[in-house]
Nanobody
Framework: QVQLAESGGGLVQPGGSLRLSCAAS????????MGWYRQAPGKQRELVAR???????TYADSVKGRFTISRDNAKNTVNLQMNSLKPEDTAVYYC???????????WGQGTQVTVSS
């Protein structure tokens, strides 16, 4: 089974920075993409950033220029560097991994990010 362990969430003031990490373990299949999603209270889960196995990145317009996603294929790890954080960034952030062959999607349990003064 594939397990995703997330870390790095916490409480920061507006304008601050935070770095999220997600490590995949277990019987890991060939991975297509890795990404981060978030869900705020009363809102639907949304894509924050995604990165392919080749390093191609995609960002939500709301975080473009502030967040940077990266991955280490050898370590099966994906990271999200979040700078210039805003209160509207407050949400539970979920790591997501998509398998290449089966198309299966795996999710982490989520890590809380709170941006408040």
């Amino acid at each position: 089974q594939v397990q995703l362990a997330e870390s790095g969430g916490g409480l920061v003031q507006p304008g601050g920075s935070l770095r999220l990490s997600c490590a995949a373990s277990g019987r890991i299949p060939s991975i297509n993409t890795m990404g981060w999603y978030r869900q705020a209270p009363g809102k639907q889960r949304e894509l924050v950033a995604r990165i392919t196995s080749g390093g191609t990145t995609t960002y939500a317009d709301s975080v473009k220029g502030r967040f940077t996603i990266s991955r280490d294929n050898a370590k099966n790890t994906v990271n999200l560097q979040m700078n210039s954080l805003k209160p509207e960034d407050t949400a539970v952030y979920y790591c997501n991994v998509e398998a290449l062959w089966s198309g299966s999607s795996y999710w982490g349990q989520g890590t809380q990010v709170t941006v408040s003064s």
